[in-house]
């Protein structure tokens, strides 16, 4: 069976701005996950988990990096 990759994300990072101070939600994220893939993402609290599913569903513009569903680059 041929898999293809369905959700792709390069070098992804979402960056907030707090009274001057710079929080890192993401920095540098690779993910590839193939047609037919069963994925968990696991994480403390704070770990980044809602601010990845935020950017892969277009919810949410990433700071740096591409997020690509079905090879069509969303983050644009």
């Known amino acids: 069976m041929k898999y293809d990759s369905v959700i792709e994300t390069e070098d992804l990072a979402r960056h907030y701005y707090l009274g001057g101070?710079?929080?890192?939600a993401l920095d540098g994220i690779?993910?590839?996950?193939?047609?037919?893939?069963y994925?968990?993402?696991?994480?403390p609290s704070?770990?980044?988990k809602t601010t990845l599913f935020n950017l892969i569903g277009?919810?949410?513009?990433?700071t740096r990096g591409k997020v690509f569903i079905d090879n069509l680059d969303i983050a644009r």
């Open 58 to 62: 277009g919810l949410d513009r990433p």
């Open 39 to 43: 994925v968990s993402v696991v994480g």
């Open 46 to 48: 704070g770990s980044g």
């Open 21 to 24: 101070v710079v929080i890192k």
């Open 30 to 37: 690779d993910v590839k996950i193939n047609r037919g893939e």
